[in-house]
């Protein structure tokens, strides 16, 4: 059974870091991406970033871009999301998923068949 569980929300200050940890289990993830999405209250789950297990293309949302870095562990089969300059608009539920032959359509929410229980990470001004 595929399991993700995420780690490393909290609370921080505008400008400050976070780094949030998807480990992974149940399956080989060869030829699988790995994503993190993302939900604020009252707003509908949007696409932060995805890696493809394999390759390890990285892709990102723009509201993201130069602040968040995505990376994986394939010993540990982990997956980590780097948040830097964090603004109080990147607070959300953020949540790791994985799905396979995403091909281009990495940024849809309905390609991932699993997902973690997510993280709050909570950025005041």
């Known amino acids: 059974q595929v399991q993700l569980v995420e780690s490393g929300g909290g609370s921080v200050q505008a400008g400050g870091s976070l780094r949030l940890s998807c480990v992974a289990s149940?399956?080989?993830?060869?030829?699988?991406?790995m994503g993190w999405f993302r939900q604020a209250p009252g707003k509908d789950r949007e696409f932060v970033s995805a890696?493809?297990?394999?390759?390890?293309?990285?892709f990102y949302a723009d509201s993201v871009k130069g602040r968040f870095t995505i990376s994986r562990d394939d010993v540990k089969n982990m997956v980590y999301l780097q948040m830097n300059s964090l603004k109080p608009e990147d607070t959300a539920v953020y949540s790791c998923?994985?799905?396979?032959?995403?091909?281009?359509?990495?940024?849809?929410?309905?390609?991932?068949?699993?997902w973690g229980q997510g993280t709050q990470v909570t950025v005041s001004s």
């Open positions: 890696i493809f297990w394999s390759s390890g293309s990285k």
């Open positions: 998923a994985t799905g396979c032959g995403a091909g281009p359509n990495y940024r849809y929410s309905s390609i991932y068949d699993y």
């Open positions: 149940g399956r080989t993830f060869s030829g699988c991406v």
